[in-house]
């Protein structure tokens, strides 16, 4: 399965305009962003779990990182509420599950193969610097391969959103507009490499999700 897999293209995604599809555990549906694959794919999904859905146990092979934006995602490591941002890299294994639903922006097969790095973070508090005026960010995971940001935009403020290597962004909270575009709680935007975005956060401000210089290293999962 091919989605959205020429990386040379802008991709803008209003992700609550997706049809949920189901997956192969009952109760788990997902929205596609991206995707080279079947079943063991590089993907950027949306995944929502109805109250009560698990998957079985699992190892990420090509690692597994996600943010959870509404309900509470657990596994056997512990819970994990709406403002969680988790990397789970190669070699880890777990049990996901949800007792009362929540929805996750999940990536995967997207590791350096020798990241070991596995944390969790409360975005709601991490640290923020000020880059800019109007604008903050905090890093939230840098190595070779890539850069993650969480980027605060005041009301009316602009930030510039590109890199040699490619970028991403998922928007949190609040909204920003782009040309004649407007992204607003969930929409994914994903620029090919060296294209550039120049963006201003709406009446409410934005909160933005980053990763930058990941699509020099875009490859396909080794099946098993």
Not at 79 to 95: C, L, W
Request: charged share 25%; net charge negative; proline share 4%.
């Amino acid at each position: 399965m091919r989605v959205n897999a020429d990386f040379s293209e802008r991709v803008l995604v209003h992700t609550s305009e997706l049809d949920w599809q189901a997956s192969p555990m009952k109760g788990v549906d997902r929205r596609m962003l991206d995707r080279i694959g079947g079943e063991v794919a590089r993907a950027t999904s949306i995944v929502r779990y109805a109250p009560g859905s698990a998957f079985s146990e699992h190892t990420h092979d090509g690692g597994e990182e996600f943010i959870v934006l509404e309900g509470t995602f657990q596994d056997e490591h512990g819970d994990y509420p709406a403002g969680t941002y988790v990397r789970n890299p190669p070699t880890t294994h777990h049990i996901p599950r949800a007792d009362d639903g929540c929805t996750i922006f999940v990536k995967l097969w997207q590791f350096d193969s020798e990241d070991r790095n596995q944390f969790s973070l409360d975005l709601d508090a991490v640290e923020l610097n000020v880059v800019g005026e109007g604008v903050s960010q905090a890093i939230l995971h840098k190595d070779e391969l890539e850069t993650v940001l969480l980027r605060q935009i005041e009301p009316g403020a602009m930030t510039s959103i590109g890199d040699a290597g490619g970028a991403e962004l998922l928007v949190l909270d609040g909204s920003v507009s782009g040309g004649d575009a407007e992204l607003t709680r969930h929409d994914w935007l994903r620029l090919p490499k060296g294209d550039l975005a120049d963006l201003v956060a709406g009446e409410h401000g934005a909160r933005l999700w980053i990763k930058t210089g990941h699509l020099d290293h875009v490859k396909e999962p080794k099946r098993a």
